[in-house]
């Protein structure tokens, strides 16, 4: 039986958490440190979690850990996913894996030079809803898949987060935070990208803090926080985006792909699970099922949380010296999808990508238990 993979993490926030609370239900690895450049944080979290807390070079330097996850905020994902490369460690990283396509590259030629892997949340693509919908699409359930919609948008995080600020500044909005899960699932359905364009807006350069101790202190923002984006893909698919945090209510599907025989309405990307419906040419909706364990309900009755499927599926992909779903060409494709839509707001262009990527490989029923311990 292959050795699972050492693995620590660096950021003990409270994503941290979920991934600890987690681990134990993959094969694959097992999480034996955390670090924080905040030392109370990480022994806090390690004593929680019975795991060791570890200074971030000790962590580095440690023969015990072999993969890193990077959880710290997105601004500093690059420089830590560099420094754990550098260390000739593996690395996952919290999405978005970066902020530029120029980041990317370098942590993938280091990847290279090394022989090292690179992987990066999302992994909710993996879920059960969204993988029967790519059975579904690649039986040609709907037949071409030609259009689409999908739809993210709320008034924003002031309401309920007591520390807001990093979600309105560079490298925060709507495609950075939550892009990530819809460009994804987007892209393992369909495939890569070819082009996008976009408007791009805000309503307000300030935001007001609702909750907290915070209560009534505003913050600046730095980045757009409504985006209206068109997507065209590679085998000819047109999808339009559209990103707000500036919507008070909607009652817009949140994904909905329009094929030449039919319709597919397809749950939040955020989560793993979720209603899936097909009306085929002049028929009814029907919800679709099947017996997928990334289906099943494990989260306050209510949702299927897997957080860590991606990662348990890099891990045995390196025992198996084989290609992972969560892959740095897939992450690559998909920061270059979601910074040429924010640059096409400010230039008003259509951006043509440099990167592509194959579809991740299907996460069938059989191949989600092999994942799970």
């Known amino acids: ?58 962590l580095l330097g440690s023969s015990h850990v072999d ?3 990077n959880l710290t905020i997105p601004t500093a994902h690059f420089d830590v996913s560099r420094a754990i490369l550098q260390a000739g460690k593996h690395v996952y990283s919290e999405k978005p894996f970066v902020l530029s396509l120029s980041e990317a590259e ?39 898949v030609t259009s689409g919609t999908a739809v993210v948008m709320s ?39 070819q082009k996008v364009t976009s408007f791009t807006g805000m309503a307000s350069d300030t935001r007001t803090i609702r909750n907290g101790p915070r209560n009534g202190e505003t913050v600046p923002v730095e980045t757009p926080t409504t985006i209206h984006s068109v997507l065209s893909f590679a085998n000819g698919a047109i999808i339009t985006l559209l990103a707000s945090w500036d919507v008070w209510a909607s009652n817009h599907p949140i994904m909905e792909l329009y094929g030449t025989n039919g319709t597919m309405d397809l749950p939040d990307p955020n989560f793993f699970g979720g209603k899936l419906t097909v009306t085929e040419r002049g028929g009814d909706p029907v919800e679709k099922t099947w017996d997928h364990p990334f289906s099943v309900a494990n989260f306050e009755d209510v949702h299927a949380n897997y957080r860590g499927a991606g990662l348990a599926d890099m891990a045995l992909a390196i025992s198996d010296d084989r290609p992972h779903r969560c892959n740095d060409a897939f ?22 990508l440099t990167t592509t990527c194959g579809r991740p490989d299907a996460m069938g029923p059989d191949q989600a238990r092999a994942l799970l311990a």
């Open 67 to 69: 993969l890193v996850i």
């Open 155 to 193: 008034s924003g995080m002031e309401d309920w987060h007591p520390n807001p600020d990093f979600f309105f500044q560079k490298g925060g909005g709507p495609i950075l935070d939550l892009g990530p899960y819809y460009i994804c699932n987007l892209v393992q359905l369909l495939g890569p990208v």
């Open 1 to 58: 039986m292959t050795k699972n993979l050492g693995v620590g993490i660096i950021g003990c926030g409270n994503i941290s958490a979920a991934y600890l609370q987690l681990a134990p239900m993959f094969k694959g690895y097992d999480i034996v440190a955390v670090a924080d450049i905040n030392m109370a944080n990480a022994r806090a979290r390690a004593s929680e979690f019975n795991v060791r807390a570890d200074t971030v070079d000790d």
């Open 331 to 352: 992450a690559t494709h998909v920061v270059e999808v979601m910074t040429a839509i924010l640059e096409a707001g400010e230039t008003a262009n259509v951006m043509t």
């Open 106 to 144: 370098e942590l993938g030629d280091i990847a290279k030079e090394n022989n090292l892997r690179i992987g990066s949340a999302p992994d909710t693509f993996m879920g059960g809803s969204h993988q029967m919908a790519r059975s579904l699409i690649d039986a040609g359930a709907i037949g071409k």
